[in-house]
């Protein structure tokens, strides 16, 4: 089993900065993506960023140009360096990780975090 540990998240103004952190508390063996979705209040949960295991990255439309994924491979860790925060990034943000396999030949698993609450104020 996996877990998946999201830390980093706070109160900041509008135009602040964040980083969150997401550590896998193993090393997996392969993996398809890492990737960040965040939840609103009454909203539907969305995608945020991604990072595949090769390093190539995507983002949503409304972080792109503001918001950095990036991954530490010793220490089982992914990154979203978030900076001119809006009010609107304000939510829960949750890590995810996309068909997991922890040994050779193993299942594949999907996930989640328990997620870290980022508020941004005007």
């Known amino acids: 089993q996996v877990q998946l540990v999201e830390s980093g998240g706070g109160s900041v103004q509008a135009g602040g900065s964040l980083r969150l952190s997401c550590a896998a508390s193993?090393?997996?063996?392969?993996?398809?993506?890492m990737n960040w979705y965040r939840q609103a209040p009454g909203e539907q949960r969305e995608f945020v960023a991604r990072?595949?295991?090769?390093?190539?990255?995507a983002y949503a439309d409304s972080t792109k140009g503001r918001f950095t994924i990036y991954k530490d491979n010793a220490e089982n860790t992914v990154y979203l360096q978030m900076a001119s925060l809006k009010p609107e990034d304000t939510g829960v943000y949750y890590c995810?990780?996309?068909?997991?396999?922890?040994?050779?030949?193993?299942?594949?698993?999907?996930?989640w975090g328990q997620g870290t609450q980022v508020t941004v104020s005007a």
């Open positions: 990072i595949t295991s090769t390093g190539s990255t």
């Open positions: 995810n990780a996309l068909n997991v396999v922890l040994y050779a030949g193993g299942p594949s698993r999907v996930y």
């Open positions: 193993r090393r997996f063996f392969t993996f398809n993506t």
